[in-house]
C-alpha cells in the first residue's frame, strides 16, 4: 500500500510559460515583406434590443411585451478589427519551456521528499515527456491559441522559430484540433526540443511563435476579454485587453490552448461524439459547460492519482502518468491543510 501523503505545504513552477500574445494586422500575400500594424481597440456606443428570456407575465401579455421590448439597450463596448486593407491577422507570442519538474519549488514533507524525485525521474528516463511534448508541439502548429479568430480562418500559417536560430512553418489546417495522430517531421524536430527541455536536457527552450490568419479585409478580430469585478465603476459592458495601446491575448488564454491535451478523462477517447481534448486540470474542469470531468468519486482527479503516484504506486496505465505529470507540468499549489493529512 503507497504511504500517504506527508506535505502539507505542496507546489510546483510552472513549465510551459507563454508571453501575452500581440495582435497585428497585414496584408497575406505581404505577410513575410511588410511590418505589421499594431491593432488597437476601438471604442464603440451601440443600441441594442432586449433578448434575455422574459417571466411568462411578460410573454403571455402583449401589451407587456411590446413595453419590454421598447426600452433601449444600450452599451459601450471596445472592439477591434482589422483595417479596410488588411485581411490578415497576426499574433505573436513567446513560449518558454523549463525542466526541472522532478524537484517542486516547495514541499515539506519529509515522506514525499524522499519518494517523489525517483518516481519523476524514472517517469522522465521511461517517457522522456514525449507524448506531452508531442501533444503541446501538435496545439502550437495548430494554431488552437487563436480561438474565435480561428473560426473561418481561410488560410492559417505558423511560424514558430526555436532559440532564435532554427525556424519551422507549419499549415495549421493540416493539423486536427480533436486528436493529436500525426507523424509530420518538422512537428516531431519541434516536440523533440520541447521534451528535451522538459527532461532537463537543455536548461531552457525559448520558443518564438508568429501566426497569420487571413480572415478578410475589415474584418472583426477578438482579443482577450478583461473581467470586470467592480462593474458599478465601469461604464463599459465589455473591455477588451491591451498592452501599451496594441490588442491583445491573455497569456493564461494561450497556456489553456497549449495544455488543451487531455484525452484520457473518463470517454475523453471518443473522438467521434465526445468533446475532445479538454484542458490540463486537476479535477477537469470546463468552466464553459459546467463541468468537472475527472471526479474524485472515479477517482480520476490529480489528487487521487498524484498520492498513489507519488509513492510508487501503479496507476492503471501510463495515460494517467501523463495526465499526472502533466497537472505538474502546468504548475499549481497542492498541499493540504495538516488537520486532513493525519485522517
Given at each position: 500500500?503507497?504511504?500517504?501523503?506527508?506535505?502539507?505545504?505542496?507546489?510546483?513552477?510552472?513549465?510551459?510559460?507563454?508571453?501575452?500574445?500581440?495582435?497585428?494586422?497585414?496584408?497575406?500575400?505581404?505577410?513575410?515583406?511588410?511590418?505589421?500594424?499594431?491593432?488597437?481597440?476601438?471604442?464603440?456606443?451601440?443600441?441594442?434590443?432586449?433578448?434575455?428570456?422574459?417571466?411568462?407575465?411578460?410573454?403571455?401579455?402583449?401589451?407587456?411585451?411590446?413595453?419590454?421590448?421598447?426600452?433601449?439597450?444600450?452599451?459601450?463596448?471596445?472592439?477591434?478589427?482589422?483595417?479596410?486593407?488588411?485581411?490578415?491577422?497576426?499574433?505573436?507570442?513567446t513560449l518558454k519551456v523549463l525542466g526541472g519538474v522532478e524537484k517542486p519549488s516547495a514541499s515539506n514533507g519529509p515522506n514525499f521528499n524522499a519518494s517523489y524525485p525517483d518516481?519523476?525521474?524514472?517517469?522522465?528516463?521511461?517517457?522522456?515527456?514525449?507524448?506531452?511534448?508531442?501533444?503541446?508541439?501538435?496545439?502550437?502548429?495548430?494554431?488552437?491559441?487563436?480561438?474565435?479568430?480561428?473560426?473561418?480562418?481561410?488560410?492559417?500559417?505558423?511560424?514558430?522559430?526555436?532559440?532564435?536560430?532554427?525556424?519551422?512553418?507549419?499549415?495549421?489546417?493540416?493539423?486536427?484540433?480533436?486528436?493529436?495522430?500525426?507523424?509530420?517531421?518538422?512537428?516531431?524536430?519541434?516536440?523533440?526540443?520541447?521534451?528535451?527541455?522538459?527532461?532537463?536536457?537543455?536548461?531552457?527552450?525559448?520558443?518564438?511563435?508568429?501566426?497569420?490568419?487571413?480572415?478578410?479585409?475589415?474584418?472583426?478580430?477578438?482579443?482577450?476579454?478583461?473581467?470586470?469585478?467592480?462593474?458599478?465603476?465601469?461604464?463599459?459592458?465589455?473591455?477588451?485587453?491591451?498592452?501599451?495601446?496594441?490588442?491583445?491575448?491573455?497569456?493564461?488564454?494561450?497556456?489553456?490552448?497549449?495544455?488543451?491535451?487531455?484525452?484520457?478523462?473518463?470517454?475523453?477517447?471518443?473522438?467521434?461524439?465526445?468533446?475532445?481534448?479538454?484542458?490540463?486540470?486537476?479535477?477537469?474542469?470546463?468552466?464553459?459547460?459546467?463541468?468537472?470531468?475527472?471526479?474524485?468519486?472515479?477517482?480520476?482527479?490529480?489528487?487521487?492519482?498524484?498520492?498513489?503516484?507519488?509513492?510508487?504506486?501503479?496507476?492503471?496505465?501510463?495515460?494517467?502518468?501523463?495526465?499526472?505529470?502533466?497537472?505538474?507540468?502546468?504548475?499549481?499549489?497542492?498541499?493540504?491543510?495538516?488537520?486532513?493529512?493525519?485522517?
Open positions: 500500500m503507497a504511504t500517504k501523503n506527508d506535505a502539507t505545504v505542496l507546489a510546483f513552477e510552472k513549465k510551459l510559460v507563454p508571453s501575452d500574445g500581440f495582435l497585428y494586422g497585414t496584408l497575406w500575400e505581404e505577410r513575410h515583406k511588410k511590418t505589421p500594424i499594431p491593432l488597437k481597440l476601438n471604442e464603440k456606443s451601440v443600441r441594442g434590443t432586449i433578448s434575455n428570456r422574459l417571466k411568462p407575465a411578460l410573454q403571455n401579455d402583449p401589451l407587456k411585451l411590446n413595453a419590454e421590448v421598447e426600452k433601449p439597450n444600450l452599451q459601450t463596448v471596445d472592439a477591434c478589427a482589422l483595417d479596410e486593407n488588411m485581411d490578415t491577422l497576426k499574433l505573436n507570442f518516481v519523476a525521474k524514472g517517469y522522465i528516463e521511461r517517457e522522456g515527456f514525449a507524448e506531452l511534448a508531442k501533444r503541446y508541439a501538435i496545439n502550437i502548429a495548430n494554431a488552437r491559441y487563436l480561438w474565435r479568430n480561428r473560426v473561418g480562418a481561410e488560410k492559417i500559417e505558423v511560424v514558430v522559430t526555436i532559440d532564435e536560430t532554427e525556424k519551422l512553418v507549419f499549415d495549421a489546417k493540416q493539423f486536427k484540433l480533436r486528436d493529436f495522430n500525426t507523424d509530420n517531421p518538422d512537428l516531431l524536430k519541434l516536440a523533440g526540443k520541447i521534451a528535451d527541455a522538459l527532461c532537463g536536457k537543455l536548461p531552457y527552450l525559448l520558443i518564438h511563435v508568429e501566426t497569420y490568419a487571413l480572415v478578410g479585409k475589415a474584418q472583426e478580430v477578438y482579443p482577450s476579454e478583461e473581467l470586470v469585478l467592480d462593474k458599478g465603476k465601469s461604464v463599459k459592458s465589455k473591455i477588451l485587453y491591451a498592452v501599451n495601446d496594441v490588442a491583445a491575448m491573455h497569456s493564461q488564454k494561450i497556456g489553456n490552448a497549449l495544455r488543451t491535451i487531455d484525452t484520457w478523462y473518463p470517454g475523453g477517447d471518443d473522438f467521434t461524439n465526445g468533446i475532445g481534448p479538454i484542458a490540463i486540470e486537476p479535477y477537469g474542469a470546463v468552466t464553459n459547460l459546467g463541468k468537472a470531468f475527472r471526479n474524485p468519486k472515479d477517482k480520476a482527479d490529480f489528487y487521487t492519482l498524484f498520492d498513489n503516484f507519488a509513492f510508487g504506486g501503479k496507476l492503471a496505465d501510463k495515460n494517467q502518468e501523463h495526465y499526472v505529470m502533466a497537472v505538474l507540468v502546468r504548475g499549481g499549489v497542492f498541499g493540504q491543510s495538516g488537520k486532513e493529512s493525519k485522517e
